[in-house]
């Protein structure tokens, strides 16, 4: 699909910024921090931070194409940000509630940047199913909630100002709590993960809290449309990365000699290059195909956006593995970026449910229908 001349100028804002920031690296490394920290400063500012926040909130009010828009040139560039954490999938939590004071509070802060929230959901299996909470609500006798469990997967746990809890409660529905960091009870832990470009943290809570935020009986559509959208999300992400994997691919073989010929000469190669490409192209036409179905949720969208995620999984770790092939031994090496897209590819395919794990949702929905 064609973007629009707001959405293409979006594109090349974001592009050009990410251009002229460091390449991603280590996020050990002494400054790793401050420079995250800056280049989501420097994105909010364009209004990446409330993209998928209403005006009256400070967000900019786009659409799910926009949100895809921003997060394609994220992924081509590796740029560690809490775009999908925080101003995704956090924010399209709190705005799928009815709690006004906790949107009034957290909303206008996310999006100008101010502040990181985190979802703290799943358990150590990653299901992302959104009846099911790793924690547990359990009230007590002087009023308000005791919290306990371990939330894993929570993407920047380490920097979240406010954290957003999904709970079990007593009758079996799922409730979602204000929890502050650094509050007793609250245990964050930063774990290192394949991909040192995402930050994933482990929550461990035996915490006191006050009364779940207003969302109605049941927080579970609440996350069912958040993990639509992250995925939506991700899945742009993923063609980001692989579409820039395949640029870096093409590029070497035009320089790496053998038998006295660049390789890209050779037929084989060629075949291969141009599969790679039809593949990146398939999966940038259904991940906005999708993105532009959730700007009129219907009741597809959960399968639509389970196919988007699956398929784009798929393509990106098809592409990054044929970029470490392509560049042989030195593919795996600190100084050539291929490893880092081989790394995305994993990590990235795991998140907010494996390939496997959707396509069984759409198998499951098309044979009960």
């Not at 907010?352 to 959707?358: D, L, N, R, V, Y």
Request: hydrophobic residues 45%.
């Amino acid at each position: 699909m064609e973007l629009t001349s707001e959405q293409a100028a979006l594109r090349d804002s974001v592009a050009d910024l990410l251009r002229r920031q460091p390449p991603a690296g280590d996020p050990e490394v002494d400054g790793a921090g401050e420079r995250e920290a800056g280049l989501w400063r420097s994105l909010s500012e364009i209004g990446v931070g409330g993209l998928a926040i209403g005006e009256q909130f400070g967000g900019a009010g786009a659409g799910p194409v926009e949100i895809s828009v921003v997060a394609e040139q994220l992924g081509r560039a590796l740029a560690p940000s809490p775009l999908l954490g925080s101003a995704v999938l956090a924010a399209r939590v709190i705005l799928a509630t009815e709690d006004q004071n906790a949107r009034n509070a957290f909303l206008p802060k996310i999006s100008d940047g101010s502040l990181i929230a985190s979802l703290a959901w799943t358990d150590s299996e990653g299901d992302w199913d959104p009846t099911r909470a790793a924690c547990y609500a359990t009230a007590r006798g002087g009023g308000g909630w005791t919290l306990t469990g371990t939330a894993h997967y929570v993407l920047d746990a380490d920097l979240a100002g406010v954290l957003i809890v999904a709970a079990a409660m007593p009758d079996e529905s799922i409730g979602l709590f204000e929890v502050t960091p650094g509050q007793p009870g609250v245990a964050i832990e930063a774990t290192p993960a394949l991909d040192q470009t995402r930050r994933l943290g482990v929550v461990r809570l035996a915490a006191a809290a006050d009364d779940p935020l207003t969302c109605g009986d049941d927080a579970s559509a609440a996350l069912a449309g958040a993990r639509d959208l992250a995925c939506i999300a991700l899945s742009a992400e993923q063609v980001g990365a692989a579409a820039r994997a395949l640029d870096l691919t093409t590029g070497y073989t035009k320089t790496r000699i053998q038998f006295g010929r660049a390789i890209a000469s050779f037929q084989a190669i060629q075949f291969r290059l141009a599969e790679l490409y039809a593949l990146v192209e398939s999966a940038r036409e259904l991940s906005y195909r999708v993105a532009s179905a959730a700007a009129e949720p219907g009741p597809d969208l959960p399968l639509l956006a389970a196919a988007a995620k699956a398929y784009c999984s798929e393509v990106l770790s098809k592409v990054a593995a044929e970029t470490i092939q392509l560049h042989g031994a030195i593919g795996i090496t600190w100084e050539y970026d291929a490893h880092r897209y081989f790394k995305r590819a994993h990590g990235a395919g795991q998140l907010f449910g494996s390939p496997s794990a959707h396509l069984a949702r759409i198998a499951e929905a098309m044979l009960d229908s």
